[in-house]
């Protein structure tokens, strides 16, 4: 098993640049999670999918942030134009839902904004 | 909405002694799941342990065993003959038994001295 897969594992970028992060969850995982974790607000869920349809993105900070899931083995999260506040260790997370399965976190993808 | 608050930022403890960190929680859901979350410096999210609500009986794994009072909505981690490789971030979290989103407190810095 090889865990939740992230990449990048760090980006830089300029401000207004497009970022794409990369989350392959954990095979027969059928719930994917991506969290975002600063030192101000610590862990916020952003979005989760389950059976690659979007169910909760109510925590998506505005419309600048976006994520796909196109099939079960793989998500994005996009963010365009990336802004110096965006800056974060950005989590992708999978499970089994429904079988009392915890989530499995990828290793993050920090992403600094200049 | 669900919260979880940990009221303590940062706890110390000597090398070898017992150390237990707070975490209370509100939900008006009768069937969900508690967990804590180690996120040492490599910022990995490793799960330390978990608690089914419909349980009375208190998880334990090895060192760590938590106090689970659901009338109280409190969920304390208890760790054993702390170790320096304890030393880390530690999250606690509430998922809904229907969803699996985590919402996660702000979590606790635990320093172990030798």
């Known amino acids: 098993d090889a865990g939740v897969i992230q990449s990048p594992r760090h980006e830089v970028t300029e401000m207004g640049q497009e970022v794409t992060l990369r989350c392959k969850p954990i095979?027969?995982?059928?719930?994917l999670f991506w969290y975002r974790q600063t030192m101000m607000r610590g862990l916020e869920l952003l979005i989760y999918?389950?059976?690659?349809?979007?169910?909760?993105d109510s925590g998506m900070p505005e419309d600048r942030f976006s994520a796909k899931m196109p099939n079960a083995s793989f998500s994005t999260l996009k963010i365009q134009p990336s802004e110096p506040r965006d800056s974060a260790v950005y989590f992708c997370?999978?499970?089994?839902?429904?079988?009392?399965?915890?989530?499995?976190f990828g290793n993050g993808t920090r992403l600094t904004v200049t | 909405a669900q919260t979880v608050t940990q009221s303590q930022p940062e706890m110390s403890v000597q090398e070898a002694e017992t150390v237990t960190l707070s975490c209370t929680y509100d939900?008006?859901?009768?069937?969900?799941?508690l967990f804590w979350y180690k996120q040492p410096p490599s910022r990995q999210m490793i799960l330390v342990i978990r608690?089914?609500?419909?349980?009375?009986q208190n998880a334990t794994e090895n060192r760590f065993s938590v106090n689970f009072q659901k009338a109280a909505k409190s969920f304390s981690l208890k760790i054993s003959d702390s170790q320096l490789g304890d030393a880390a971030m530690y999250f606690c979290?509430?998922?809904?038994?229907?969803?699996?989103?985590?919402?996660f407190g702000q979590g606790t810095t635990l320093q172990v001295k030798p």
């Open positions: 095979s027969g995982h059928n719930s």
């Open positions: 939900t008006s859901e009768s069937d969900y799941y």
């Open positions: 999918f389950n059976n690659n349809v979007p169910i909760d």
């Open positions: 997370a999978s499970s089994r839902t429904g079988v009392n399965s915890p989530l499995h």
């Open positions: 979290a509430w998922s809904s038994s229907n969803t699996g989103k985590l919402i």
């Open positions: 608690q089914e609500a419909y349980k009375q």
